[in-house]
């Protein structure tokens, strides 16, 4: 087995073990707050209407969707603990960390910070209706699939099959 089938056989492994547990904290999430579900089946059957078939060219037009992954991703990142390791000395809560220090970014803390979100305990898709923050790595209050050079790989494949997974459950059962 050449080095790019290993690769290939190794992100898509990666990819559908972390989409499996989105989708369950999702659908989780979702049976705790039948408002929310009850919206975003709406949503989806609204979209999909008298079509048997979710195809994943249609999933860009359900716009509530994108925010119940969001706001699932920020109570359950995918992974919770992202290792990393200092370039330059700095300085963080009082502490100089020199360089070369490994630090682990606490993701799932993050997404719990009531400095950064209101109510951060509760689930509530709205809260990125009107916001600009999005999980490629470019707001560290953010970070589901971590930052910069070193983000997930398998991101789009993932979100890819939360999506279908999530609209397909949706639209045929209640």
Known sequence: MD??????????????????????????????????????????RRVFQGKKKVYESDIEDLEYLSLVINETLRLHPPIPLIPRECREKCEIGGYNIPVNTKITINIWKIGRDPDYWNNPESFIPERFSESSIDFKGTYFEYLPFGAGRRICPGLTMGLAIVELVLTRLLYHFN
Do not use: C, Y
Not at 14 to 22: E, K, L, M, N, P
């Open 3 to 44: 080095i790019g089938s290993f690769m290939s056989k190794d992100m898509f492994a990666a990819g559908t073990d972390t989409a499996s547990v989105i989708i369950e904290w999702a659908m989780f999430e979702l049976m705790l707050n039948p408002r929310v579900m009850h919206k975003l089946q709406g949503e989806i």
